[in-house]
């Protein structure tokens, strides 16, 4: 069973909901789609009914764009564990520091959840094809998941990506398209391309599923802590779904009563101070972490190396270089005072450090 509804703009700007079985990607008035779901009968739901499900993000398929009859396009992501970092967190002052290891998703990365969500209403949609532009995981995500269902997939690419990435891509059966200039670049030519008849476009917030994937890193939070939020979550930020799938999660949550309505957590954006392309819909980050009373924190490059360094020398975990750059930006909220030394804090490992190996000195 699901409670799933219906879409809804994400500004709101007035527009009538959407039909949730039918095909949107954007509002009428080019902003985001969410997904909505009648939370009411949803407090109807036990938590304790999550006993013995499977380990996966779908475990808590009845707030997830999931109807009756059909089953997820999965590889087994989500459940990652919640590990105590209590070496990394003594050398920061903190006690109670945890690390969420996103790496062990499907192929290494949170990316894998909001894949797992999209393919999966692309699919039960009617598409062919799945579409988007990438520079690194969300492709190399997107390529497997539609293996798994049975589609195709046309990744397009700057020819700058890193080739362990194209490589990936091609390995699920992806068709990759290698484009002149930056990702805005290839963001423009899916889009050109995302036009065609059973093709399905899966770009970050482009379309209202990834978020619903990425939220379920929320859910687990929350059993994973006994049903209560920590004082902070840092998390890299690229696309910015992840942090708007959180603040989803924590609206939810409070809302069928299986966490208690308090204070959230505070959340931290991390960026490395490197070239990035405009986020779409980056209003939403940026609404989620006002909102949160958190902070957006931008940190030298070099940093990324040295965070994930520390990450695997100290707790055996292997850490991508964006989440290098989120443990820099712990350090900062510790130095300046935002973070005491008596919070609980919980920082995402968004991936893991085999592809990006090569960044090592």
Not at 189 to 218: F, N
Not at 242 to 250: M, N, Q
Not at 275 to 287: D, N, Q, S, T
């Amino acid at each position: 069973m699901s409670w799933f509804t219906h879409l809804e703009c994400s500004v709101p700007c007035g527009a009538p909901p959407l039909d949730s079985r039918q095909r949107h990607h954007l509002c009428v008035c080019g902003a985001p789609l969410l997904a909505r779901y009648d939370l009411a009968e949803a407090r109807l739901w036990p938590r304790e009914s999550l006993s013995g499900r499977e380990p996966d993000m779908w475990r808590y398929s009845e707030l997830l764009p999931l109807f009756e009859g059909e089953e997820p396009v999965a590889l087994g992501e989500g459940f990652t564990p919640l590990v105590h970092a209590r070496r990394l967190g003594a050398s920061l002052g903190l006690d109670r520091f945890y690390i969420k290891d996103e790496s062990l998703n499907p192929t290494q990365s949170f990316t894998a959840r909001g894949q797992s969500a999209a393919v999966t209403r692309a699919k039960y949609l009617g598409a062919t094809t799945i579409v988007l532009p990438s520079a690194g995981s969300g492709g190399t995500a997107a390529a497997a998941y539609a293996a798994a269902a049975g589609l195709a997939c046309d990744v397009f690419m700057p020819k700058a990506t890193v080739h362990v990435y194209m490589d990936e891509c091609r390995l699920y059966g992806a068709r990759v398209h290698l484009v002149d200039g930056d990702l805005a670049d290839a963001e423009a030519q899916a889009a050109l391309h995302a036009r065609q008849p059973g093709w399905y476009d899966v770009s970050a917030m482009r379309e209202p599923y990834r978020i619903e994937g990425k939220k379920t890193m929320g859910y687990e939070l929350a059993e994973q802590m006994a049903w209560r939020w920590p004082d902070w979550i840092v998390c890299s930020t690229g696309g910015g779904s992840s942090i708007v799938g959180l603040w989803k999660a924590f609206e939810e949550l409070e809302a069928i009563g299986w966490v208690k309505p308090h204070r959230r957590p505070r959340i931290a954006a991390v960026r490395a101070d490197t070239r990035a392309p405009k986020v779409f819909g980056e209003f939403l980050v940026e609404r989620a972490i006002r909102e949160s009373g958190g902070t957006a924190q931008t940190v030298p490059a070099p940093s990324m190396v040295e965070g994930m360094l520390q990450i695997g020398k100290q707790e055996g975990i292997s850490a991508a270089p964006a989440s290098g750059a989120a443990l820099e930006g712990v350090r900062r909220l510790v130095a300046g005072g935002a973070i005491g030394p008596k919070d609980t804090v919980v920082l995402f490992n968004t991936g893991g450090a085999l592809k990006s190996l090569d960044v090592l000195p």
